[in-house]
């Protein structure tokens, strides 16, 4: 079985920053890609930033040159650092890998997420 556990979410001031955290844990052959997605109320789940294995990123256009995401592959560690931050920021922030897992056909894996609310 695969965990992938959220930490650093809260309740933040617009302009202030958040770092978010994502470890993934279990029977785990390798990791390719892991990512952060977010969604909030009534509004469908859209992609944030994903990162390889190797370092290349992708960025959303509404978080591009606000949002940061790196990644400690020997700690199995994806982060997102959040600069800027804005009300429509708010949202669940739910960490993605993908990844071969021993013992399951399952490659695509989502933790429990964790709630960001940027507000005054």
């Known amino acids: 079985q695969v965990q992938l556990v959220e930490s650093g979410g809260g309740l933040v001031q617009p302009g202030g920053s958040l770092r978010l955290s994502c470890a993934a844990s279990?029977?785990?052959?390798?990791?390719?890609?892991m990512g952060w997605y977010r969604q909030a109320p009534g509004k469908q789940r859209t992609l944030v930033a994903t990162i390889t294995s190797g370092g290349t990123t992708i960025y959303a256009d509404s978080v591009k040159g606000r949002f940061t995401i790196s990644r400690d592959n020997a700690k199995n560690t994806v982060y997102l650092q959040m600069n800027s931050l804005k009300p429509e920021d708010t949202a669940v922030y739910y960490c993605?890998?993908?990844?071969?897992?021993?013992?399951?056909?399952?490659?695509?894996?989502w933790g429990q997420g964790t709630q960001v609310t940027v507000s005054s």
């Open positions: 279990g029977s785990i052959l390798s990791i390719y890609v």
């Open positions: 993605n890998a993908d990844l071969i897992p021993y013992g399951s056909n399952s490659r695509h894996w």
